[in-house]
């Protein structure tokens, strides 16, 4: 998902106007649910002993992607915590002052810690915790921290990039696509990241990229995909929810990848491999300085090197030497000797944005809002 980061507000003014605009627009904040009559001493004591947890979702579970990979971190920190803790769920929550509605009724119902999973919720998270100050929110892909406001992400760009091997090695037409999701800085890094990962094979490739504007809307994936292929692409990436754009390339004959979760059973024939997050280092950490009163607010960001990113399920016709390549990159990510964004970089007007040998910061990263060298047309809101 919906997701998403991070972005200097300037950076990202040109690209997110309108969806931030209009969550502002739908920003009406409602009175926090009146305190629970008190339980019977009975029951009060279990139940004031666990930390209880809800989850905000921004699409439906289903069997793979974004939110599906969410609620697998739900249901192993509930396995590895046990009774110490109790997680309940709300999915395919509008991003919306229905997502404010549903984290104050969170909190409400006594849950002391919130994770909200989708960049378009926060607005409403800021507004929820400055009124919760009781409740701590951990906040997916935003750049919005507070007192009780954290703001967490995996580096899915370096998911893409890996993937991008793997496309340079597969494409014949020398084309790759992709179907991007919502036009903000984490979606166009993850493009970019593709591309930039199929030219460290083959500096000729291209790419074109269509753009569905939703996080999760399986019928415009399908036709945003069946356009790309349409168009001469044979390999196709995607920054969506659902596993759409790698089915329609198995009906059309063409590759592409699982992105967020493992999406091999989806279309075997298609799949080249997965771009797969594991939150639950990430959600394990968390929950353990809670319990220990340690949390803390901040801005985290973990990728391949903390475990939170992989490319797992690469297709058995893919090149052995081209697996080696992406294991020596992942090796490279860990142990810090390799970054996906390192210089010369150009953008696709030929200007250099990136001075050859500098690894570009976090700043330059959480702002990207132009497409290398190789992607056609421009990113949508840039002029």
Not at 15 to 28: E, F
Not at 155 to 163: C, D, H, N, R
Not at 375 to 382: F, L, M, R, S
Request: aromatic letters at 8%; proline letters at 4%.
């Amino acid at each position: 998902m919906s997701h998403s980061s991070k972005r200097t507000l300037i950076q990202l003014i040109g690209l997110s106007a309108i969806s931030m605009a209009a969550l502002v627009a739908c920003g009406k904040k409602e009175e926090a649910a009146a305190p629970a009559a008190a339980p019977a001493p009975a029951a009060a004591a279990p139940a004031a002993d666990k930390l209880k947890i809800g989850f905000v979702y921004v699409s439906p579970i289903g069997d793979g992607g974004w939110t599906y990979q969410h609620e697998l971190g739900r249901k192993a920190i509930q396995e590895k915590f046990g009774d110490k803790i109790e997680t309940s769920m709300v999915e395919s929550v509008p991003e919306s002052a229905d997502a404010e509605r549903v984290m104050r009724d969170m909190a409400g119902q006594g849950n002391k810690l919130v994770f909200a999973t989708s960049f378009g919720y926060q607005e409403f998270v800021q507004k929820a915790a400055a009124d919760l100050k009781d409740v701590k929110f951990e906040h997916a892909t935003g750049y919005k921290t507070g007192d009780n406001v954290a703001v967490y992400d995996t580096k899915t760009f370096e998911g893409a990039y890996l993937a991008g091997v793997v496309a340079g090695a597969m494409t014949k037409t020398k084309t790759v696509g992709v179907v991007a999701s919502v036009p903000i800085p984490e979606v166009v890094r993850n493009i970019n990241s593709f591309v930039l990962g199929a030219q460290s094979i083959d500096p000729a490739i291209k790419a074109k990229v269509v753009w569905v504007n939703e996080w999760f809307a399986p019928p415009k994936e399908s036709e945003a995909a069946t356009s790309l292929i349409n168009g001469g692409v044979d390999v196709l990436y995607q920054n969506t929810n659902s596993p759409a754009v790698l089915k329609t390339a198995e009906e059309r004959g063409v590759r592409a990848f699982g992105k967020d979760g493992d999406m091999s059973a989806f279309a075997p024939k298609a799949h080249l491999g997965s771009a797969v997050i594991d939150w639950t280092p990430y959600y394990t950490k968390v929950v353990e300085d809670t319990l220990a009163g340690k949390w803390q607010t901040g801005n985290f960001w973990w990728g391949v090197k903390e475990g939170a990113m992989d490319l797992k399920k690469i297709a058995d016709d893919v090149p052995q030497e081209i697996k080696d390549k992406v294991e020596k990159a992942k090796a490279g990510m860990k142990d810090g000797s390799f970054a996906v964004w390192t210089g010369p970089v150009q953008d696709n007007t030929g200007k250099q944005v990136l001075e050859a040998g500098k690894v570009a910061d976090d700043a330059f990263l959480r702002g990207i809002n132009f497409y290398v060298n190789g992607i056609e047309g421009k990113v949508p809101g840039t002029n």
